[in-house]
């Protein structure tokens, strides 16, 4: 079964800090894996997909195969980075497993 | 990237009625879209798929004589949620992948609904 984990319901860090969301994950196939972040009174909207390999807005993520991670991270944290964070696992016919968030705060 | 409406944005009824939630792809053709419900501060939970010219496909445990979905075009579809009672009230959520395309998905801004 699909599971993915997010240990910290909470996280708060200072400005300019490092930061870094756990996600863990259970899949028995090959993986995909998204980050998806939910600003304050805002729609969900995708952050990072595994495959792009990609830094947005600072942020990114390795997948660990080994250790069946997805962490994010992002070296300097901004207040403006405090929102609701998801990870997801694509499954078959695009179907998304979300894990329960984690609710950053970046305080001044 | 691709945009999703939802209409109302709010919505509040009386106990026992029915509602109608509208899930639209503005810019792109979705023969798949999910419904999804999110608790107060809690994740998103996977109501059911809905399938452009068939039935919807539902997630385990969730009603689907109480919520039902129609997917009538390539652009919308549609969550009724019948018989209405307090217990329903939350925040519905669609989203729609891009066919052929990854997983990621494209959401909805959500529709809130209060049951009185």
């Known amino acids: 079964a699909q599971r993915v984990t997010q240990p910290e319901k909470l996280l708060s860090v200072f400005k300019g800090a490092p930061v870094e969301l756990k996600c863990n994950y259970s899949?028995?196939?090959?993986?995909?894996l998204f980050w998806y972040v939910q600003y304050s009174r805002q729609r969900l909207q995708l952050l990072l997909r595994?495959?792009s390999r990609e830094s947005i807005k600072g942020f990114t993520a390795d997948l660990n195969k080994g250790e069946t991670s997805f962490h994010l991270k992002k070296p300097f944290a901004q207040e403006e980075d405090s929102a609701m964070y998801y990870c997801?696992?694509?499954?078959?016919?695009?179907?998304?497993?979300f894990g329960k968030g984690t609710l950053l705060t970046v305080n001044p | 990237g691709a945009v999703v409406s939802q209409h109302p944005s709010w919505v509040i009824c009386k106990s026992g009625t029915s509602v109608k939630i509208e899930c639209r792809s503005l810019?792109?053709?979705?023969?798949?879209m999910f419904w999804y419900r999110q608790f107060p501060k809690q994740s998103l939970m996977l109501m059911a798929t809905s399938n452009e010219g068939s039935k919807a496909t539902y997630e385990q445990g969730v009603e689907k004589d109480k919520f039902l979905i129609n997917h009538a075009s390539l652009t919308l579809s549609t969550l009724t949620v019948t018989s209405a009672h307090p217990e329903d009230s939350s925040f519905y959520i669609c989203s729609g992948p891009l066919a052929g395309g990854p997983s990621e998905q494209y959401f909805g801004p959500g529709t809130r609904l209060t049951v009185t």
């Open positions: 997801a696992l694509g499954g078959s016919n695009y179907k998304l497993t």
């Open positions: 595994h495959i």
């Open positions: 810019d792109f053709q979705a023969t798949t």
């Open positions: 899949y028995s196939g090959s993986p995909e």
